[in-house]
């Protein structure tokens, strides 16, 4: 019988992921992929191990065979109990994520809009960094609703982890995310060697500035501000606890999405108006349960892409 992922992790990109992921591998019992997956991988039949060990196509072979290597290791040092990947963008693919891996346990890893966005820009302004030209910070901000109103959808069992908290709290926090991938405890899991991954994510956070304008602009209109005040406040817990809190303030972020976007396009510089195509196509190729995430969808899909030099 074929045995499908025992967990998933996402987050809106540049949420600490790839660090989770890292994190989680400490675990000489657990195994998550790195994006091993495609976005829109059809994981009908997908069949772990052997899935991670297989060829899948991919356009960075780089970092399948480095969760390959990964995978070996731990094989060779003893069984692996349960299976996982992370893909930050998760929340377009769900349902299908979800249905085809038989109900996987959810973690949801998010950072507030104003990181995010700024290591966006940032990246997205250095030539030297592996980034699509224009895929600035506004994009951060707009695709965080579309992440919130999945992962909070009230018939998902998600776990929400705080950013914050996970990585420089204490380990209280990492224990509830190992809880919730690996089940009951006890889990064979090296929590001080997690200390580790305080001190790397510190060094992303020392080098972090300020949103631009007109990134402080959108978050503060999409009331943003005070969601990731909630979640943090809740430090790493089920957004059933918390989902209509959250939904309460998403709604009026989801209907005015499209028209703030409108606004702010034509003062951006051309390559990140340019992007605003691609960006858009993404969004709306996501199959949505949420109504907000659907309301949101729909504003964005009414906004006209901005004319060269218009």
């Known amino acids: 019988m074929a045995r499908t992922l025992d967990f998933i992790v996402y987050g809106v990109p540049r949420s600490g992921t790839s660090a989770l992921g890292h994190a989680i591998n400490l675990g000489p019992e657990i195994f998550c992929g790195l994006e091993y997956f495609p976005l829109w991988h059809d994981f009908e039949g997908v069949d772990v191990p052997a899935a991670f060990l297989n060829a899948v196509p991919r356009t960075d072979a780089d970092k399948a065979e480095a969760s390959r290597k990964v995978l070996r290791q731990k094989l060779r040092a003893g069984a692996v109990k349960r299976y996982g990947d992370k893909n930050p963008r998760f929340y377009l693919t769900l349902d299908a994520v979800n249905r085809a891996n038989d109900g996987p346990a959810n973690v949801f890893l998010h950072r507030p809009a104003r990181e995010t966005c700024e290591s966006w820009t940032r990246r997205a302004q250095d030539p030297e960094t592996p980034w699509r030209s224009g895929e600035s910070g506004i994009y951060a901000i707009a695709e965080s609703v579309f992440a919130l109103a999945e992962a909070f959808h009230p018939d998902r069992d998600t776990l929400v982890a705080d950013y914050q908290t996970l990585f420089f709290g204490d380990e209280g926090a990492m224990r509830r995310v190992v809880g919730a991938i690996a089940g009951p405890p006890p889990h064979d899991f090296p929590y001080p060697a997690f200390k580790k991954q305080f001190f790397d994510q510190e060094k992303f956070r020392n080098r972090a500035g300020a949103p631009r304008e007109a990134e402080a602009a ?28 959250i939904y309460g303030a998403l ?21 990140e108006q340019a992007f605003f195509r691609n960006w858009k196509m993404m969004m709306l190729r996501g199959a949505y349960r949420s109504d907000i995430a659907r309301m949101a969808a729909s504003g964005v899909a009414a906004v006209e892409a901005p004319k060269p030099g218009g």
């Open 251 to 271: 709604a009026p972020a989801a209907a005015q999405l499209g028209a703030r976007l409108a606004e702010t396009l034509p003062g951006l510089p051309a390559e």
């Open 218 to 245: 959108l978050i503060e209109a999409l009331g943003l501000g005070a969601i990731d005040a909630a979640i943090a406040a809740r430090g790493v817990a089920p957004a059933r606890d918390f989902y209509a809190e």
